[in-house]
C-alpha cells in the first residue's frame, strides 16, 4: 500500500465521525471505502470517516462443558448447544454429537 502525506485539519464529532479538511483544494475526490467503517472523500477535498456503532453481543450462561462444545442459556431464555467435530479427528460425527449431549444434559 503506498502512504500519501497531506497537511490540514482534523476534527472528532460525536465519538464516531472523523472529517478532515486539507489545506490544499485540488484534491480529486474517490470513490468511498469501507475499513472499519465508512470513508469518503468529498469533491471539496474533505476527507469524512465514521465508524460504524458497535453491536450488542451476546451474553449467555454457560450451564455444562463437554470435549467438543457445550450447553448454554441466552438472555431471552433459549438453550443454546454447540458442538464441534472436525473432520480430520476420525470420530464419527454423529455419534459423538449424541454422545455430546447426552453428556451436557445429564
Excluded: Q, W
Excluded at 480529486?28 to 469518503?40: A, E, H, M, V, Y
Aim: proline share 4%; hydrophobic share 30%.
Amino acid at each position: 500500500m503506498a502512504k500519501i502525506s497531506i497537511n490540514g485539519v482534523g476534527t472528532a464529532h460525536d465519538g464516531n465521525v472523523f472529517e478532515f479538511t486539507p489545506k490544499c483544494k485540488r484534491v480529486r475526490s474517490c470513490k468511498s471505502f469501507r475499513r472499519r467503517g465508512l470513508g469518503i472523500m468529498t469533491e471539496s477535498g474533505n476527507f469524512e470517516f465514521s465508524t460504524p456503532p458497535s453491536k450488542p453481543r451476546g451474553k449467555g450462561n454457560r450451564l455444562k462443558k463437554t470435549a467438543h462444545g457445550g450447553l448454554s442459556v441466552t438472555l431471552d431464555g433459549a438453550y443454546y448447544f454447540y458442538c464441534k467435530v472436525y473432520k480430520d479427528e476420525g470420530l464419527d460425527y454423529a455419534e459423538v454429537m449424541r454422545k455430546e449431549l447426552e453428556e451436557a444434559l445429564s
